[in-house]
């Protein structure tokens, strides 16, 4: 069967290709603009994504963003707005997972390789008799990764922290 979003979606991508298997979307301003707050038409998202929360999401120009990418920018802590910036030039590998619920800035020119965490959340622990499943999220501060920074494969960025520019992690 048909994912219902599809149609929604299918009406803002410029184009669709299908190269060496992998298939991808050149998004076209119209959802640059609605979608993810951005009026980038020259960034390329790799199918399949699972975005969640779309219009907390703003992307540079000339990203990149690999196929199997879970970015969430929904609300999930009370009275805060997630937002999440992917700053121009940035590239950013398979399997890449990210979790916003207050703020996480990533610069631009960054090169994320595959299998990397990002988030500014975390189950909340406390009660032994409510199980993780069920426990709260909650906030653990924002997320600032500088300009031109190299985050090696399979690294895991937790919030509360700030990132300087040219930082290689590893």
């Known amino acids: 069967p048909q994912n219902p979003k599809t149609p929604i979606l299918k009406k803002y991508f410029t184009n669709s290709y299908l190269y060496k ?7 076209n301003s119209n959802f640059s603009r609605k979608v993810l707050k951005s009026n ?17 999401i703003e992307i540079g ?3 990149r963003i690999q196929p199997f990418a879970w ?10 707005l997630p937002k999440l910036r992917i700053g121009d030039g940035t590239s950013i ?11 996480i800035i990533i610069g631009d020119h960054c090169l994320i390789n595959e299998r990397v965490y990002i988030s500014d959340t975390t189950h909340e622990y406390n009660n032994l008799d409510i ?6 999220i909650q906030n653990i501060g924002k997320v600032i990764i500088g300009k031109s920074v190299w ?6 960025i937790f919030g509360n922290i700030v990132i300087g520019d040219h930082a290689v992690i590893a």
């Open 61 to 63: 120009d000339y990203v």
């Open 93 to 103: 590998g398979r399997f890449f997972h990210l979790v916003v619920s207050n703020e």
């Open 151 to 156: 985050i090696g494969e399979g690294a895991m």
């Open 21 to 27: 298997n992998c298939s991808f979307y050149i998004f």
């Open 71 to 80: 970015i969430s920018a929904k609300v999930l802590c009370e009275e805060m």
């Open 131 to 136: 199980t993780i499943t069920k426990s709260k």
């Open 40 to 56: 980038s038409s020259t960034s390329i998202i790799h199918s399949p994504i699972q975005l969640e929360g779309p219009e907390n």
